[in-house]
């Protein structure tokens, strides 16, 4: 979510939220592992021509922008995991909150 919105749900939806995230970044940990995989493949078949070098290019661009996506998204996901913590941390003088 950008510009933050995720602060303003309560915390069923911010776990909720977590999970979906987690999802997202399994699907780019696929992208990463089938690309990987490819170019794996391309290179022990040989990359003789010039659509095999853009090819293996393409690959590695792509796996390396999922993974910055990936990295992104985790930095992110640890903020609304410390957000969750902070909440459910009980302040002196109040009782928990479950």
């Known amino acids: 979510m950008p510009d ?3 602060r303003e749900l309560d915390d ?4 909720h939220l977590l999970v979906e995230r ?6 780019t940990l696929g ?6 995989g490819v170019a794996t493949y391309l290179g022990t078949r040989g990359v003789t021509t010039l659509i095999d070098q853009v090819t293996v290019g393409v690959l590695v ?3 390396l922008a999922a993974g910055v996506l990936g990295f992104a ?5 640890l903020r609304i995991h410390r957000e ?3 909440r459910r941390t009980p302040r002196r003088g109040e ?3 479950r």
């Open 4 to 6: 933050e919105r995720w």
């Open 12 to 15: 069923d939806a911010l776990e």
């Open 22 to 27: 987690w999802l997202y970044r399994g699907m």
């Open 31 to 36: 992208v990463i592992l089938l690309a990987a």
């Open 61 to 63: 661009a792509l796996a």
């Open 73 to 77: 998204m985790r930095q992110e996901d």
């Open 84 to 86: 969750l913590r902070r």
């Open 95 to 97: 009782p928990p909150s």
